[in-house]
């Protein structure tokens, strides 16, 4: 059974950075493309960035230029380094196997001074 542990939220000013992490347990990591999704209060699940199993990326238009998704297939890690961040980006960040219901269970990322 794959399972996804997230990590490195936390508190950080405007104009500040942060580095996600979503490390995966079980032997399909590699073949799979995964994505980053975040959840804000009163709002739905938003796509944020995706990779394809040979690492190729897309983002949401919201975050272009400022985060940028990758992976390390011998780690069975995904990462979302997240700088230039707004008020607006304040979520709970989830990383996602695509095209599963696999899920890790969330880290807050808050934006504020």
């Known amino acids: 059974q794959v399972q996804l542990v997230e990590s490195g939220g936390g508190l950080v000013q405007p104009g500040g950075s942060l580095r996600l992490s979503c490390a995966a347990s079980?032997?399909?990591?590699?073949?799979?493309?995964m994505a980053w999704y975040r959840q804000a209060p009163g709002k739905q699940r938003e796509l944020v960035a995706t990779?394809?199993?040979?690492?190729?990326?897309n983002y949401a238009d919201s975050v272009k230029g400022r985060f940028t998704i990758s992976r390390d297939n011998a780690k069975k890690t995904v990462y979302l380094q997240m700088n230039s961040l707004e008020p607006e980006d304040t979520a709970v960040y989830y990383c996602?196997?695509?095209?599963?219901?696999?899920w890790g269970q969330g880290t807050q990322v808050t934006v504020s001074s």
């Open positions: 079980g032997s399909i990591f590699s073949v799979n493309a």
């Open positions: 990779i394809s199993a040979d690492s190729i990326t």
């Open positions: 996602n196997i695509k095209y599963t219901r696999v």
